[in-house]
C-alpha cells in the first residue's frame, strides 16, 4: 500500500487543479441512498453508477470497501473488477465462493451482492471508481450505509397436517404472521398450493404490502365469483376461503409472508420471508347432483336521479326454492367495483375504496328481511353516478359448520344518475405542491357555497403502485373533533378550520415516502345528518434533500510552500435546515481522519489535532460557507480533504454524498544555499590534502546540513563519507577499511565541511562532489530537507618524475690472474630521500649478447650469490649511493664485460614497495692474462724502440723509490723514532661475503 503515497499526491494535484481549471465537477458516482435494513441471512444488492467520463463506451473498473461501526476509521477491502487479490483475507472465502460477488451491469454501472448476510457485515460501503484518465475532474466515490437486524417475522399456521375432503366442500385455513422490527415495515402474505408431481408451488392468492388482493394464475376465476377469498381479521391473521373445491385443488397448502422495508428511494425490498407449516389437502371426488333450486335475485332504486347531498338506498331482492332453509351471500357491484357484502350470517363486509365511507357514516348496508338487502349511500356524491347490480352466492352449510359458496347469479343493471346543486358545496385545492424532505406540508382547502356545519376529512395514495387507495390521515369533524388515522399517530399532522372558507393540513417532517395524491373531502352537515360532500385532490412531490442540498469544497490555494496559510470553502447551498457538518483529512491511502464536526446549534467538537486549524462561518442568503483555515501549513496537514453534510430532523436522519476531495499540497521551498569550494588541485603520490566546502548564503536560524562527498569516477559516483543533519559521520559501502584510515570529515564555522584525505594515492584521482543538504524545522518543529545542492573539486594525483641516476663511465681493464677485480656501482642522485635500492651485478662475454646476474643485494639488505661462487665475492657498502663488488684472485675465464643495474623503491599505503626506475652503470671491459702469456705474446713482437722505452722508465721509477727512502729514513730520524698507524697504500676496506649485512655495515 506504500505505493500509493507519492502517486496519491499526484492523482490529488491533478484532481486539484483540474477543478480550478474546469469549474464544476464532470465525473459523478452514485450508490443507493441509505441507511438500507437488511436482515441476518437475507442477500443484499447495492448498485453502482458512474457518469461523466470522456469515454462512456470503455469499461470503468470500480472497487467496494466498507468501514465497520466498531472502528469507523479503517476502511476494509472487500472485491474489485479489476484485481481478484484487492480483498482483504477476511473477504477472500467469500468472494472465491461467490458468496461476495460484483458484475458489470453495463459499461459504467455495477451490481455489487452478497448472497447472504452476516451481523458483522454492517457498516458503510464505498464504491469508488478508477480513474483511467488523466486528470481529475469530479467524484469517483460514493457511499450507503447498511444495517443488519435480527430477523423477527414469525409465521405459523393452525391447520392439521393432514386433511381430507369431498369435491364442492368449503376449506378454511388461518396463518398468523407477525414481525416486531423496530423499523417501519410492511407485510405480505401469499397462499401457495403445491400439487404432486409439480416442481414448483402455484400461488393460489395473495395480499400484497400495499393491502391489494391478487388470485394466482388459474385462480382468477374462481377468485372473481367469490369461490376464492382471503380476509385480514386482526393485526396478524390472515384466514383462506375456499369454496367448492376441486380434484385439483389436492396438494400441499402453506403460506407465505414476506417482510418489506422502503429504502430511501422509495423502492421496496424484501428483507426477510418465511413460511408456515403444510397442510396436506386430498380431495376425493363425489357425485355431481343436478342443481333443481331456481335462484332470482333482483334490485332496484328508491330514486334513480338524485342530487349531491340526497340519500342513495338500493334494495336487493333474492328469491330461491326452499328459501327458509338457504344461506346466501350478497355484494352490492358499481361497474365491478364491490361496495360492500353480507356474509350468510350476515356479517357486513366493505370493500377497501368505501372504507373511509363507512367510518364517516356514509355507507350503511343491511339485510331487512328473508329475502331483502339494502344499501344506503347518504350524502351521495357525483362520482356515485353509474350502473349498480346485486349478486347473490348460494351458501350450503357443512357439518363442520363451514360454508361452502355456489356459483354467482347477477341481477340486471340499476342506472343512477346524481348531479350537482345548483348553489351546493364546491371544494378548490392547489393542483401539485412540492416540498423539500425534512420541511412541513401545507395544504389549504378552499370550500365555497357553504350552508351549514362542515367536517373535513384528509385522505392519501401512493402513486408508487397504479391500484393504491386512498388511506386516511386526519380527520375533523363538525364539532371540531380531531381524529388521526393509526398509520399517523407518532407523527406530528394536525388539521385546522382556521376560515369557514378555509381548511389546513399540516404533516411536519416530511420524507420522499410522504409524495403522493392528497385528497381533502368536505362533507356539509344539517341537524347531525350529511347533505352534501365534496372532494379535491392535490399532487405532493416530496424532493429528497440531497437533491436540494448541494455541498462543494474549493479553495484559492491549494499549492503552498511549509509555513503558509491554506484556506478551504466548504459552500452549501439549498434552504435553511439543521445540518451537521464534517471536515475530514485523508493522507496519502489511508482512511479519512475526522478535523472537526459543526452541529445545527453551532457546538464545534474537535477530533484531531487542532493547533493548525481555525474555523470560520459565513452565512449569506442561499448558502453557507464554512472557512477552514490552516494556519502555517506543514506536511501533515497535506492530502484530500472532504466536507460531509449530515442532516437530522425528527424523521430525516440521512448523511449526504460527501463533496468534491480537493488535495491541499504542501511543498518545500525552493533551496537558497550557496556553495563554494576549493579550487582543482594536482598533487604528487603521498602528499596530504584537504578539500573545502563552504555555505557562503545566509542560514534559517533553525538551518541544519547533511553534508555527503562523492567521488565520480568514470561516469559513476560513489559517497566518500557522509554526515547528517545531526554530524553522524558514516563511510559509504565501497570505501574498504584500510582507506578509511586516511580519510576524515570535519565541520567548522561558517559553517564550512572539509574533507582529508592524508598520503594520496593514484586511486584516490577524480571529481569531489560536495552534496549539502539544508534541513528546516516546519511549524509543528518537524524537521524536512530542502533539495540538495552540489558543487564539485578535480583532484589529480601524480607520480613524481624519478631523479635517480649512476655513473656510466665505460672502463678497459688489463690484468693477471689470480689479481683482486673490484666492480664499482656509484648512484649519483636519487628521487627521495625515502628511497631504498636493489642493485644487480651482470658478467657477459665479449662475444655474447646473454647476460648473467653475479650477485645481488635486495633492498632489505637481503644478499644473493647469482653464481654460487660465495667465496670468490666480497660486497661492500662504503658510502649510503656506494656500492661494490669484488671478485677475489680472478681467472682468464673471468674475462668479459661488468655492469650493475639498480632499482629505485619507495614504499606507499595503497600499493606497499613499488618500483620507481630502473637505471644500468657503464659496461667494465676486463681482460684477464694466464702467467707466462705477457712474455710469449711480447717476445716475438719485441722492438728496439720499445725496450729502450722501457729501460729508461724502470730507471726512473728506481731513483724515484730511493729518493722516497732516503726522504723517509730522514724524517723518521728528525721525528724521535714515532710510528704511524695511517697507510696511505692500504687496500680498501673488505668485507668477507654473509647472507645479510647489518646497518653497521
Same mark, same amino acid.
Given at each position: 500500500m506504500k505505493s500509493s503515497q507519492a502517486y496519491f499526491l499526484r492523482v490529488n494535484l491533478l484532481f486539484c487543479l483540474g477543478l480550478l481549471h474546469c469549474g464544476e465537477a464532470k465525473v459523478h458516482t452514485e450508490v443507493q441512498a441509505g441507511p438500507l435494513y437488511r436482515v441476518v441471512g437475507s442477500p443484499l444488492s447495492i448498485s453502482c453508477n458512474v457518469s461523466g467520463f470522456s469515454s462512456s463506451s470503455m469499461r470503468k473498473e470500480m472497487q467496494f470497501r466498507v468501514k465497520k461501526p466498531s472502528n469507523p476509521t479503517f476502511e476494509l477491502n472487500i472485491i474489485s473488477t479489476e484485481d481478484e487479490h484487492f480483498g482483504y483475507a477476511m473477504y477472500t472465502r467469500r468472494v472465491r465462493s461467490k458468496e461476495i460477488t460484483v458484475t458489470h451491469v453495463s459499461q459504467n454501472s455495477v451490481l455489487?451482492?452478497? #448472497?447472504?448476510?452476516?451481523?458483522?457485515?454492517?457498516?458503510?460501503?464505498?464504491c469508488s471508481v478508477i480513474n483511467s484518465e488523466s486528470i481529475y475532474d469530479g467524484t469517483y466515490s460514493a457511499m450507503t450505509t447498511v444495517k443488519v437486524i435480527d430477523n423477527s417475522l414469525s409465521v405459523s399456521?393452525?391447520?392439521?397436517?393432514? @386433511?381430507?375432503?369431498?369435491? *364442492?366442500?368449503?376449506?378454511? @385455513?388461518?396463518?398468523?404472521?407477525?414481525?416486531?422490527?423496530? #423499523?417501519?415495515?410492511?407485510?405480505?402474505?401469499?397462499?401457495?398450493l403445491h400439487s404432486d408431481g409439480e416442481d414448483n408451488p402455484r400461488p393460489i392468492i395473495s395480499l400484497d404490502r400495499d393491502f391489494t388482493l391478487s388470485p394466482g394464475p388459474g385462480f382468477e376465476g374462481r377468485h372473481q365469483a367469490g369461490l376464492i377469498r382471503l380476509n385480514k381479521i386482526g393485526a396478524a391473521t390472515y384466514k383462506l376461503n375456499m369454496a367448492q373445491l376441486k380434484l385439483s385443488d389436492q396438494g400441499r397448502i402453506y403460506c407465505k409472508a414476506h417482510e418489506w422495508i422502503q429504502d430511501p428511494d422509495n423502492s421496496w425490498y424484501t428483507i426477510a420471508q418465511k413460511n408456515a407449516k403444510e397442510t396436506t389437502l386430498s380431495v376425493k371426488a363425489k357425485e355431481v347432483m343436478p342443481d333443481t333450486s331456481s335462484l332470482v335475485v333482483k334490485i332496484s332504486a328508491q330514486s334513480e336521479t338524485l342530487q349531491e347531498g340526497q340519500e342513495l338506498s338500493l334494495n336487493c331482492n333474492v328469491d330461491s326454492q326452499n328459501l327458509e332453509e338457504r344461506f346466501f351471500s350478497l355484494a352490492w357491484l358499481k361497474e365491478n367495483v364491490e361496495l360492500a357484502r353480507i356474509g350468510p350470517t350476515g356479517i357486513l363486509s366493505v370493500g377497501p375504496e368505501y372504507s373511509g365511507r363507512v367510518k364517516e357514516g356514509e355507507l350503511r348496508a343491511a339485510r331487512i328481511g328473508d329475502r331483502d338487502y339494502r344499501l344506503i349511500l347518504q350524502p351521495v356524491r357525483t362520482e356515485d353516478k353509474g350502473e349498480y347490480i346485486c349478486r347473490a352466492w348460494l351458501q350450503d352449510r357443512g357439518q363442520d359448520g363451514a360454508f361452502t359458496q355456489q356459483a354467482a347469479l347477477d341481477s340486471r343493471s340499476q342506472l343512477v344518475n346524481i348531479s350537482a346543486t345548483e348553489s351546493g358545496l364546491s371544494v378548490e385545492m392547489q393542483n401539485s405542491v412540492a416540498v423539500n424532505e425534512g420541511s412541513r406540508l401545507e395544504l389549504t382547502c378552499k370550500v365555497h357555497r357553504v350552508n351549514g356545519q362542515l367536517s373535513v376529512t384528509w385522505q392519501r395514495k401512493s402513486t408508487s403502485t397504479s391500484a393504491a387507495t386512498f388511506t386516511s390521515i386526519i380527520s375533523l369533524s363538525q364539532e371540531g373533533v380531531t381524529e388521526k388515522a393509526e398509520e399517523f399517530m407518532s407523527?406530528?399532522?394536525?388539521?385546522?378550520?382556521?376560515?369557514?372558507?378555509?381548511?389546513?393540513?399540516?404533516?411536519?417532517?416530511?420524507?420522499?415516502?410522504?409524495?403522493?395524491?392528497?385528497?381533502?373531502?368536505?362533507?356539509?352537515?344539517?341537524?347531525?345528518?350529511?347533505?352534501?360532500?365534496?372532494? #379535491?385532490?392535490?399532487?405532493?412531490?416530496?424532493?429528497?434533500?440531497?437533491?436540494?442540498?448541494?455541498?462543494?469544497?474549493?479553495?484559492?490555494?491549494s499549492i503552498v510552500t511549509v509555513g503558509e496559510n491554506v484556506e478551504l470553502m466548504c459552500r452549501v447551498r439549498g434552504p435553511r435546515i439543521p445540518i451537521t457538518l464534517t471536515w475530514s483529512l485523508q493522507r496519502y491511502a489511508s482512511t479519512p481522519d475526522n478535523i472537526l464536526t459543526v452541529y445545527s446549534d453551532g457546538a464545534i467538537s474537535w477530533s484531531g489535532d487542532q493547533q493548525r486549524y481555525q474555523l470560520k462561518v459565513v452565512n449569506k442568503e442561499n448558502e453557507i460557507i464554512y472557512y477552514l483555515l490552516i494556519n502555517g501549513a506543514s506536511r501533515r496537514e497535506a *492530502? *484530500?480533504?472532504?466536507?460531509?453534510?449530515?442532516?437530522? @430532523? +425528527?424523521?430525516?436522519?440521512?448523511?449526504?454524498?460527501?463533496?468534491?476531495?480537493?488535495?491541499?499540497?504542501? #511543498?518545500?521551498?525552493?533551496?537558497?544555499?550557496?556553495?563554494?569550494?576549493?579550487?582543482?588541485?594536482?598533487?604528487?603520490?603521498?602528499?596530504?590534502? +584537504?578539500?573545502?566546502?563552504?555555505?557562503?548564503?545566509?542560514?534559517?536560524?533553525?538551518?541544519r546540513y547533511a553534508v555527503t562527498w562523492l567521488l565520480q569516477q568514470y561516469a559513476e559516483n560513489k559517497t566518500v563519507v557522509s554526515s547528517d543533519q545531526d554530524a553522524l559521520m558514516t563511510f559509504g559501502p565501497q570505501i574498504q577499511l584500510s582507506h578509511r584510515q586516511r580519510i576524515s570529515m570535519k565541520r567548522t564555522k561558517g559553517p564550512r565541511f572539509d574533507l582529508s584525505i592524508r598520503q594520496a594515492l593514484i586511486s584516490d584521482n577524480g571529481s569531489y562532489i560536495c552534496e549539502v543538504v539544508e534541513w528546516l524545522q516546519d511549524p509543528h518543529g518537524d524537521w524536512y530537507q530542502l533539495s540538495p545542492v552540489y558543487r564539485t573539486t578535480q583532484l589529480t594525483v601524480i607520480e613524481p618524475e624519478t631523479n635517480l641516476s649512476i655513473l656510466k663511465e665505460e672502463k678497459s681493464l688489463n690484468m693477471s690472474r689470480s689479481q683482486d677485480l673490484p666492480i664499482p656501482c656509484h648512484i649519483t642522485n636519487q628521487s627521495s630521500s625515502q628511497s631504498e635500492f636493489q642493485v644487480t651485478w651482470f658478467w657477459q662475454k665479449e662475444t655474447e649478447t646473454k647476460q648473467h646476474p653475479i650477485f645481488t643485494v635486495y633492498r632489505n639488505s637481503t644478499l644473493q650469490d647469482r653464481f654460487g661462487n660465495g667465496d670468490q665475492l666480497r660486497f661492500g657498502h662504503p658510502l649510503p649511493n656506494q656500492f661494490s663488488l669484488t671478485v677475489m684472485k680472478v681467472n682468464p675465464e673471468d674475462s668479459g664485460l661488468y655492469f650493475c643495474e639498480v632499482e629505485e623503491w619507495l614504499q606507499s599505503l595503497s600499493h606497499g614497495w613499488r618500483k620507481l626506475a630502473v637505471e644500468k652503470s657503464g659496461y667494465l671491459a676486463v681482460n684477464i692474462y694466464a702467467e707466462g702469456d705477457v712474455k710469449a705474446v711480447s717476445e716475438p713482437e719485441c722492438k728496439s724502440d720499445v725496450w729502450m722505452g722501457m729501460l729508461v722508465a724502470i730507471v726512473i721509477c728506481s731513483l724515484l723509490v730511493i729518493f722516497l727512502l732516503v726522504l723517509k729514513i730522514c724524517r723518521s730520524k728528525v721525528s724521535g723514532g714515532n710510528k704511524s698507524d695511517q697507510n696511505l697504500w692500504a687496500e680498501p676496506e673488505q668485507h668477507p661475503l654473509k647472507t645479510k649485512f647489518t646497518a653497521d655495515d
Open positions: 455489487f451482492e452478497i #448472497q447472504r448476510l452476516e451481523k458483522g457485515d454492517e457498516g458503510e460501503y464505498e399456521s393452525t391447520a392439521s397436517t393432514s @386433511l381430507s375432503y369431498n369435491e *364442492g366442500d368449503a376449506l378454511t @385455513l388461518t396463518c398468523q404472521a407477525s414481525s416486531n422490527t423496530v #423499523q417501519h415495515t410492511h407485510l405480505s402474505l401469499v397462499w401457495y407523527r406530528r399532522v394536525q388539521a385546522a378550520h382556521p376560515a369557514t372558507d378555509t381548511f389546513t393540513l399540516e404533516l411536519d417532517d416530511v420524507t420522499p415516502s410522504d409524495s403522493g395524491v392528497y385528497r381533502c373531502a368536505v362533507s356539509e352537515w344539517k341537524i347531525n345528518i350529511k347533505t352534501n360532500s365534496q372532494t #379535491q385532490i392535490a399532487t405532493v412531490t416530496v424532493a429528497p434533500t440531497d437533491s436540494f442540498l448541494k455541498v462543494h469544497l474549493i479553495s484559492r490555494n *492530502g *484530500g480533504y472532504q466536507c460531509w453534510v449530515s442532516v437530522f @430532523l +425528527e424523521k430525516v436522519h440521512k448523511k449526504l454524498p460527501p463533496s468534491n476531495q480537493l488535495a491541499v499540497s504542501v #511543498q518545500n521551498p525552493v533551496s537558497e544555499l550557496v556553495l563554494t569550494t576549493t579550487p582543482a588541485a594536482t598533487i604528487d603520490i603521498n602528499t596530504d590534502i +584537504e578539500i573545502g566546502c563552504s555555505v557562503i548564503s545566509k542560514p534559517s536560524v533553525s538551518s
